[in-house]
C-alpha cells in the first residue's frame, strides 16, 4: 500500500477524535518511530509504497489512537528536556509544565553558582580575607518524591553532574521504568522504594537534602470530569487522583518528611493543583517554611510553588 494511502487511512479513522494537526503528528510520529522515516518523505517520494510487515505495525498504532490509548504508551517512549524517556501504563506520561518546575529548579541554583562566583571575586580583591576556596559548597544533594518515570530526577541529575540526585516512589512498577530510563541516559540516581505515608520511613544513612522536588498526585475527584478520556482511561489513577476531603494529603506527608530530613535553609518545590494554589501555599505558612513562592506555567495557571526550610 502507498504511504500517503495509510495517512489518508489514519485522517478518515481519526477526523472525529482528534484535530487534524494532531493528527499529521500521529502518523509522522508512527513512522518516524516503527520504519526510521523523515516527516518529509512524502513530499520527497509520494509514490513510496510499503510492505505488509511495514505496515502492521503503523495500523496496531491506529487501531488504539481510536481506542485514545496515548501515542507515547503506544510508541512506550516520550521526550522531556532533551531526554527520551521510556514510558507505559505504569507511570504519568511527562508534561510540559513539569519541565517548568525542573527549569526553575536549575535557574535558582544558576543563579546560587552565580552569586558564590561574585563572592570569591571579592574575596580576591581583598588579601586579608579567608581563602576563597572555603566559599565551593559541597555538591547538591537532591530527591525526587514520587518519581514515576524518573524524568525530574534524570533531567537534574543530567543538568547537574556534580549533584547526588536520589528518587522515591512506592511503586515498584514506576521504579523499573526510571532505573531503565537512568541507565539509558547514563546518569546515577539512588533510587528508593518507600512510601511518603510510612511513617516510619527512614532512608539509609540517615540522608539529608538540600533539595526536595515532588509532583505528586493532587487532581480531586471532582475534577475528572474535566480530564481528557486518554488521560483517565490509562494514566495510573493512583499518580493522578486525590480525595475531595483531603486533596493536600501529599503535600502535608512531604511537609512532615521535610521537616526532619531538608537541611537548613533548604528548598522544596512541587507541582500543583491549579484550583488550590493559594490553599497549598497557606498550608506551608503554617510550618517551619519561609520565602513561600507560587508561580504560574506557560497556560497563565498556578502550578508551581516553592518554599524554604527555616
Excluded at 53 to 71: G, N, R, S, W, Y
Excluded at 223 to 238: S, W, Y
Excluded at 267 to 292: D, V
Amino acid at each position: 500500500m502507498l504511504l500517503k494511502e495509510i495517512k489518508d487511512i489514519f485522517h478518515k479513522e481519526l477526523d472525529e477524535l482528534y484535530p487534524k494537526e494532531e493528527i499529521d503528528s500521529f502518523f509522522y510520529s508512527c513512522i518516524e518511530h516503527y520504519l526510521k522515516l523523515e516527516r518529509f518523505i512524502l513530499a520527497i517520494q509520494p509514490g513510496l509504497t510499503l510492505t505488509k510487515e511495514e505496515e502492521q505495525p503503523l495500523f496496531e498504532a491506529l487501531a488504539h489512537l481510536k481506542l485514545e490509548k496515548p501515542l507515547q504508551y503506544i510508541l512506550g517512549t516520550t521526550h522531556f528536556m532533551d531526554l527520551e524517556l521510556q514510558v507505559n501504563e505504569n507511570v504519568l506520561i511527562p508534561r510540559p509544565e513539569t519541565e517548568e518546575l525542573v527549569q526553575w529548579i536549575l535557574d535558582d541554583i544558576s543563579s546560587e553558582k552565580s552569586d558564590i562566583r561574585h563572592q570569591k571575586t571579592e574575596v580576591r580583591n581583598q588579601p586579608n580575607e579567608k581563602d576563597t576556596e572555603n566559599l565551593i559548597p559541597p555538591p547538591l544533594t537532591i530527591l525526587d518524591i514520587g518519581t514515576g518515570s524518573g524524568c525530574i530526577a534524570i533531567a537534574l541529575a543530567k543538568n547537574l553532574p556534580d549533584a547526588k540526585v536520589y528518587a522515591l516512589d512506592v511503586s515498584e512498577e514506576a521504579l523499573e521504568v526510571a532505573q531503565k530510563n537512568a541507565e539509558s541516559n547514563g546518569v546515577d540516581i539512588g533510587f528508593m522504594h518507600q512510601d511518603i505515608f510510612n511513617p516510619e520511613l527512614e532512608l539509609e544513612s540517615e540522608l539529608h537534602f538540600d533539595i526536595i522536588v515532588s509532583n505528586p498526585p493532587y487532581v480531586r475527584e471532582l475534577e475528572k470530569k474535566e480530564i481528557n478520556k486518554n488521560v483517565k482511561d490509562f494514566e495510573p489513577d493512583t499518580a493522578l487522583f486525590v480525595s475531595d476531603e483531603d486533596p493536600l494529603v501529599f503535600y502535608k506527608a512531604i511537609m512532615g518528611f521535610s521537616e526532619n530530613n531538608l537541611n537548613e535553609n533548604g528548598s522544596l518545590y512541587f507541582e500543583i493543583n491549579q484550583y488550590l494554589g493559594e490553599e497549598t501555599k497557606a498550608l506551608f505558612n503554617t510550618r517551619n517554611f519561609s520565602e513561600i513562592e507560587l508561580r504560574k506555567d506557560i497556560f497563565g495557571n498556578d502550578r508551581m510553588l516553592k518554599a524554604k526550610r527555616t
